[in-house]
């Protein structure tokens, strides 16, 4: 770890006391709990596995929700459907608590990316155990018997394992675990497990809206969702990119032509493109489009602190990627994330290959993708590109252009700007809501917790908790990074499912602020 | 017509007396025989033109070879078929001149492009007449009754109308024709048809070596194949270009990633290519490798006289193409021809449009496709290539990198060089067995005859012709520009093929040189 800037510590001092012990009470009723019940916990865990989760899939994706309703309901959780035409139903339950100052939500998502068998080992919706992972040279072994030790490094291989079920796992044995210690909540609970995250959710911002007085009360969101750090390291992330796209499309001829016949004299399209690209980046990768990087809202100093304090395995990333120089030369992974980007995602003209053919194409067309961070608005990002594209003498049009068009500009390119894009949702780390949540996470975890600023990627349920909501809200990791998410052969690592089974315990029981200590370093 | 710099005229003027009588006498011939015959031969070209002629279509190929072998016989050359494993036979004609003081050989190709009947009007191989272009209002008519007048507007639309068995009939007719009006032939005829000249002659070359006492006596080839200039001008050309391609793929990370997770610092292999492929040309579309124009042989006098009298049909090319600017600038297409060419073929990195993703694909590609010129050797012009790749800072594989090359280079490309490529082939336009050959067509023609350096295309017989027999070669083109070669519909003007007629019917009664004026002109 990085040493601190004493200043910095300084200034991050607040409030009144350590309060770790509620925190141990809560993390040992949740091992006690998983070293007398590891077998059954992970014989009910295969049976939510079981059943397919495509949100597509109408049928099995109400299984899935009739089953997280009825184990929830089980443990004294009051359940039930939100509903809304076209949507999987989002499961919602809650369990209010006499005396409590604060509701929190917990947001989870039952559905799973599709799963083509032909490409996993084993059947997807056929959970197996490993001994360790397949990659590891793991070898499948029996689900254990009641009693029988269960090894942190045993992994379940099944869609969404890790994405997004173990969560699911997670509270219902942290519920068991509390319950089983005597160990109350602090916090009214609130559950929302969403069926269609893997689909970009594009219900869940109406039935937030149809259901609203279930959410008023809300204090906090839990996002619990995505892989803890690299190292295995806990983790806890603040936020996600925003993200738009633009499809540009330049003109050669207006057919097709023979590359003999007219090739030195008809211009060819590709090599336009590539002219146009080669504009929007130096050979470091930074966007030389002016003003990409001007409406970026910089970062607070506490937020550099925990960027300071991220482990450095930017040399191992670099391993991972077969990458010898990553863009941006002298900055790391996490502080690259901290700034929007410009990726061709596509490019397409004519053929290469064995399809290659002797042609002046008549069109090439690139896709590029844009990731925002806070500050940058994605209509005006979208401007400045195509501010951009113009000052190096091109001719936008937004349909095919016509023949007096094509005539008149020797440089024509087609713009077709995203329409779905939204602006990066980052919440302040030092945000009121947010400050206790730290800190009873690194009572539990230690000085090793990660603390990321902003996800890479781009959450719509962040979006819609920050800007239509207006509550905070929060990233909570718990499964491994290797777990092969989206892909084949997705699988959770035991002790992860464990840790966060510890985690859920430590935030539903967690004190109240007025009896702890909120340390701001 | 531009006017001709007095001295260039000067230099130009050769040998002893105009011939025009002898062509005259031909022409007259062709004509009276064609006003006679021309339902007749319009009959018998829908025969010729109702078997399907692809090269890999081996039965309907050698029922194309026996009808083409008992027209001819049966006008009395001595005909046969030159056979070579795994290719259509060549069928090969001569009839020997008592006297003759050179040897003239036709090729001609009887095979054509594939054709999808789904894509045309008609059926490809069930010739239908027309009484204009269907471009041009054209409406479907009877095929004319013996003594009926034939209108030289008319068209045959059939796969390979144009492309390439118009010659087969104008050769038949202008030997029925000279035969009616008792001209003899002043050289010894040779015909040499091609089977598979759509599939790039693959075996012409061997067929050549293996029955080479057929060839070693001809003075000079004529390759009758190829549409007339652009607006309708009889045209002679004198080569073509070299063809050569190279395949460059360069690398991002080592699998395609999460355009969030990693969009700003995993280098994006679309950005880098555009980089390179940026490099190569400046803004007017001239190639900026260095050493690229080095090599290319400068064009005579002569030539350049020649270039200066083609019709200026630049702006009628652009407005038919679309382009505002050709590459260049201040040149025009046929000055372009003569210089290599360097294009964009095909370019290909993740995807576009619908299918487009929020990733960083791992490679991004581009197939790059030269055109050369007399003096360019295909291997250096590619050596020049990978240099200047070299020294914009490249490192270069030929086999996909290593872990161990993509932690050491930032910038890495895969080439993939083309190894069938060839160089140019062009004849001098005053080599001595081709002025004979402009004199007598332009004798025929008058002064519109077009004469054109250099094809843009590239054609393997001239290379075959010029490389491996050393000897000299001409192309010879009848058909009318817009038959849609290689395309639906495919046509035959009727005029073209009465051109055609006229122009086999001069060639072969072509006085000896003795007997004529060459003028250098």
Redesign the interface.
Known sequence: MKKIPSQLFLIGLLFIQLASPAQQKAVEAARSWIGKEGASILKEYAEVLSIPNHASDSINIRRNADLIQKLFSGRGFSMKQLTFPGSPPVVYGEKKVPGAQRTLCFYVHYDGQPADPSLWKHQPFEPVLYDKAMYQGGQKISFPQKGQAVDPNWRIYARSASDDKAPIMALLTAIDALKDSGIGYTSNIKLFFDGEEESSSPHVSSILRKYHELFDDISLWLLVDGPVFQTGDPTLKFG??G?T?M?LTV?????P???????????????L?????????D?D?NVTIEGFYNSVEPISEFEKLQLSRVPDIDRKI??D????????KDEN?FQ??L???L???????????K???????AT????L?L?LVKGNDPEKMLDLVEAHIQKQGWHIVYEEPT?EI?????RIVLVERDKDGFPASKIAMDHPAILPVIENVRAFTGEKLVLLPS????NNIFTVIFDQLKKPGISVNIVNHDNNQHAENENVRIGNLWYGTELMAVLMSMPAEKNMVIKKR
Chains 1, 2 share one sequence.
């Open positions: 996600g990119r993200v796209s499809e003109f050669g001829p207006s057919r032509l023979h590359s003999g016949h007219y090739g030195n004299y008809a211009p060819v399209p590709g090599q493109l590539a002219e146009l690209l080669s504009s929007m980046k050979r990768g670099r391993e990627l077969g990458i010898a120089d990553p863009e941006g992974l690259r994330l700034l929007p980007s990726t061709v995602q596509g490019l397409s003209s004519g053929n290469v290959g399809q290659a053919r002797n042609v002046i194409p090439a067309t690139a896709n993708g990731r023949e094509r005539m008149k500009y020797t996800e890479g990627g781009s």
